[in-house]
Antibody
Framework: EVQLVESGGGLVQPGGSLRLSCAAS????????MNWVRQAPGKGLEWISY????????YYADSVKGRFTISRDNAKNSLYLQMNSLRDEDTAVYYC?????????????WGQGTLVTVSS | DIQVTQSPSTLSASVGDRVTITCRAS??????LAWFQQKPGKAPKLLIY???SLESGVPSRFSGSGSGTEFTLTISSLQPDDFATYYC?????????FGQGTKVEIK
């Protein structure tokens, strides 16, 4: 069974940093592209980043480009999101999600999400 | 970036109703469109991919159609478990973008 478990969320001040982790199990992590998607309280879904299976291809939404860094460790079956220069508008539930198939496919598997609150 | 516009934003319907949600892309995305269902406090669930392909385990009352710039999600006979928010998403090109969502409420 595919499982994705996010951790690392919490309360952080504006301008601060936070690192999210996503532990994957139940599939061969090293063969799948992975994504981060977020959802601000009461708002819609926002895709924010993609990393290919080998980390050779990375994309970001404009809203986080230059501030967030996606990475992965295939030996540890883990996905990461380093978030710097955090702003109030980054407050959201952050989901780790796997493509339904190989390559850049829509997110067929999601974690439960981790809440990041940016506030002074 | 490709903009995705969903309508309506809210839909009131009764059990047994046929429901249709529309998604329009700002440029052609071929058939690279997915539909998701989300319930409060839960992660989204993939329903449809490649515009009309039903994800495994999803009831057949859900169907998708369209290509190019106009797409629809249809629920043929609304069930109590279907009251939720629905999102479309284009994955033709990065950055991937979601529609604003359609909340299906009980009439």
């Amino acid at each position: 069974e595919v499982q994705l478990v996010e951790s690392g969320g919490g309360l952080v001040q504006p301008g601060g940093s936070l690192r999210l982790s996503c532990a994957a199990s139940g599939f061969t992590f090293s063969t799948y592209g992975m994504n981060w998607v977020r959802q601000a309280p009461g708002k819609g879904l926002e895709w924010i980043s993609y990393i290919s299976s080998s980390s050779s291809t990375i994309y970001y939404a404009d809203s986080v480009k230059g501030r967030f860094t996606i990475s992965r460790d295939n030996a540890k079956n883990s996905l990461y999101l380093q978030m710097n220069s955090l702003r109030d508008e980054d407050t959201a539930v952050y989901y780790c999600a796997r493509g339904r198939g190989l390559g850049a496919t829509p997110c067929g598997y999601w974690g439960q999400g981790t809440l990041v609150t940016v506030s002074s | 970036d490709i903009q995705v516009t969903q309508s309506p934003s809210t839909l009131s319907a009764s059990v047994g109703d046929r429901v249709t949600i529309t998604c329009r892309a700002s440029q052609s995305i071929s058939s690279w469109l997915a539909w998701f269902q989300q319930k409060p406090g839960k992660a989204p669930k993939l329903l449809i991919y490649k515009a009309s392909s039903l994800e495994s385990g999803v009831p057949s009352r859900f169907s998708g159609s369209g290509s190019g710039t106009e797409f629809t999600l249809t629920i043929s006979s609304l069930q109590p478990d279907d009251f939720a928010t629905y999102y479309c998403q284009q994955y033709n090109s990065y950055p991937w973008t979601f529609g604003q969502g359609t909340k299906v409420e009980i009439k």
